[in-house]
């Protein structure tokens, strides 16, 4: 059974940064596309950051390029999102999403695994 657990929300103040880690478990890490995704209250859920499968290839959401990083650690079957400079419009439960073979990594239907989410709040 393939599962995704988050961690590394919490609270923290503008400007400064979290990590948010997901590992997989119950499937090939190397063959899944990894993104994160978010749901903020009052707004639709969506794509932030992800990294495909092969070839490296990083892709992110306009509002997150220059301070969020997306990567992956194939021994550690785990994906992390580097969050840096964050703003209080960043305040959304994040979910981290796992595909096999994932090629539209916005899309996310693309993906068959979603965690728990995790909170992130950003605010004084």
């Known amino acids: 059974q393939v599962q995704l657990a988050e961690s590394g929300g919490g609270l923290v103040q503008p400007g400064g940064a979290l990590q948010l880690s997901c590992v997989l478990s119950?499937?090939?890490?190397?063959?899944?596309?990894m993104s994160w995704f978010r749901h903020a209250p009052g707004k639709e859920r969506e794509f932030v950051a992800g990294r495909r499968w092969s070839g490296g290839i990083e892709d992110y959401a306009d509002s997150v390029k220059g301070r969020f990083i997306v990567s992956k650690d194939t021994a550690k079957s785990t994906a992390y999102l580097d969050m840096h400079y964050l703003k209080p419009e960043d305040t959304a439960v994040y979910y981290c999403?796992?595909?096999?073979?994932?090629?539209?990594?916005?899309?996310?239907?693309?993906?068959?695994?979603w965690g728990q989410g995790t909170q992130v709040t950003v605010s004084t």
């Open positions: 999403a796992g595909g096999a073979f994932a090629r539209d990594i916005p899309r996310a239907s693309e993906y068959n695994y």
């Open positions: 119950g499937a090939d890490f190397r063959w899944y596309t």
